[in-house]
């Protein structure tokens, strides 16, 4: 299906490693952008809705 969200953060750390390892001498400085999928749901006490435009 897709990727695994919760697997994100070590596969940056690999790839920071690997820039670090190529001689890329600011590799902590990477900024990394990442997309998913989420379920939003009203909360207990009325919170946002995925309908509402509040999120």
Same mark, same amino acid.
């Given at each position: 299906?897709?990727?695994d969200l919760?697997?994100?953060a070590g596969r940056?750390?690999?790839i920071k490693s690997a820039a670090?390892? +190529?001689g890329r001498r600011d590799a902590d400085a990477l900024r990394f952008v990442?997309?998913?999928v989420t379920r939003?749901?009203?909360g207990r006490h009325?919170?946002?809705t +995925?309908?509402?435009g509040h999120l």
């Open positions: 299906m897709g990727e919760a697997a994100v940056t750390e690999l670090a390892e +190529a990442c997309r998913g939003v749901r009203p009325g919170g946002p +995925a309908t509402d």
